[in-house]
């Protein structure tokens, strides 16, 4: 999923940090609607993957 990366939050570090596979993003997210470009997102994004294991959630990886 594409998440904001507030990487200073609890919920990072309860629900993601640990748990879930993160690809973080350089630059902003920007977005199209109906064709035309708008402003880009206010804050880093990340994408952040869970995984089901046979035993537990998969580990955390990050990248640059």
Not at 3 to 17: E, G, K, M, N, V
Request: no cysteine; aromatic share 12%.
């Amino acid at each position: 999923m594409l998440i904001p990366a507030r990487t200073d939050t609890s919920y990072w570090h309860d629900l993601i940090f640990g748990r879930a596979e993160v690809e973080f993003l350089r630059g902003r997210v920007r977005f199209e609607l109906d064709g035309v470009p708008m402003d880009s997102a206010p804050f880093p994004s990340a994408v952040v993957t869970f995984e089901r294991r046979q035993q537990g959630w998969a580990s955390t990886r990050t990248t640059p």
